[in-house]
């Protein structure tokens, strides 16, 4: 699909959208756990809900010519779990390491963004869910430092930085008392110094 997309953007003649850019997002669900196992389970519930939504796209493309291209999604086997968490496009679910190999697969295929839904899972398992992915995959695919740190890791690396800072403080300062500063400025002529 994205080397169709890739070859409709290069014989488009239309200037919308106002960037040249290639741009390719794929969404879907996401759940990362500890593990395989637990993020699966928790997971199911949201491949159920996306099999009942998906289910409507053939009476909607059948509504209006607006919706006719969803008439192409057929015949997927939501109970396929493996193919629905490992192979298709639609899930980012599994431990850290999954959540990487099939991050990695989006981006060997071209895809630029990523936008996964987290919905449908209590509270406390959502926030489970975006920590460890923000803890091991993000820092994966990106500098580990440009990923926002916990308050605890700033404050040790400033505290570690403190000894450094003092020392060139200090030197700074004593340096400046070595020295007699010019001051110059209306009413003082130059070279005067006060």
Known sequence: MIRLYDEALATATHTYPLQAE??????GGM????????ARTWARGLKETVGLSTDAYERLSKLSSDYQYMGAVKHLDFSDEQYMFEDSSGFIVGDPDDCIAQVQRFADLGVDSLV????GLPHKELMKSIELFGKYVIPHFKNPRGVARTPEAILADIRAARPAHYAEREAFEENMNQKQPVISGVGAGAGDAR
């Open 31 to 38: 759940h990362c756990a500890e593990t395989r196992e637990e």
């Open 22 to 27: 290639r741009l390719v997002a794929i969404g």
């Open 116 to 119: 996964m839904r987290i919905d």
